[in-house]
């Protein structure tokens, strides 16, 4: 179990699209709308887990293009939320007093925006499916159960690092409001890299 959990350590701190998210959403909308993104994000995982689960991974070998449309739509996702991060609009935060419903409208956004950032990834099931098997033992008990927990320590664990990365965020944007030309910077920086990540996806290939 602590070479399991050093595992996803040692995951979960490299640099990806959904720290980039993470701090980006804490920077320009606050600490509550980057939690709600992290929980999209676990919620993400816990999908990937059930699909690992199910042999979804076996069906992306047996027909490839089934691995190719979720890799075209996650890179197509991030870059519309890279090249949204660009627009100067997007300095704009929410408001403390705005309306109720925009404000439950937002936080809506925020989960869709942390699950389908994770979802549409296929790596993210992939690296499930080549990693849980490892550590089940078939003669420690039922192999269902293993897995079960296995998958509720990688959500867990994913949770915890995602929720530092949005508190992060919020303290960075509470520093950034003291400076706009930091702000665009800080603004052009992660939306870049989300570009940059949302390539990157477009062009991988299946081990």
Request: net charge positive; with cysteine; aromatic share 10%.
């Amino acid at each position: 179990m602590l070479l399991y959990l050093f595992a996803l350590a040692m995951v979960y701190l490299l640099p990806g699209p959904d720290m980039i998210l993470l701090l980006q959403t804490g920077a320009r909308h606050g600490r509550s709308q980057a939690l709600t993104t992290a929980l999209g994000l676990g919620i993400a995982r816990a999908c990937h887990v059930g699909l690992a689960a199910l042999g979804l991974a076996a069906l992306f070998k047996a027909a490839p293009w089934t691995f190719d449309v979720v890799r075209l739509a996650g890179a197509a996702y991030l870059l519309w939320i890279g090249v949204r991060m660009l627009r100067p609009g997007s300095l704009a935060s929410l408001s403390a007093g705005g309306e109720g419903s925009e404000r439950a409208l937002n936080w809506r956004a925020a989960l869709q925006q942390g699950l389908l950032t994770n979802l549409l990834n296929p790596k993210a099931l992939l690296f499930c499916s080549v990693l849980l098997p490892q550590f089940i033992d078939a003669h420690a008990g039922p192999v269902a159960a293993q897995f079960l927990g296995l998958g509720a320590t990688l959500v867990g664990v994913g949770l915890l690092f995602d929720s530092g990365y949005a508190l992060a965020g919020a303290w960075i944007g509470q520093w950034l409001d003291k400076s706009p030309r930091a702000q665009r910077l800080q603004q052009w920086l992660f939306g870049s890299l989300l570009i940059g990540f949302a390539v990157r996806l477009a062009f991988i290939q299946q081990a």
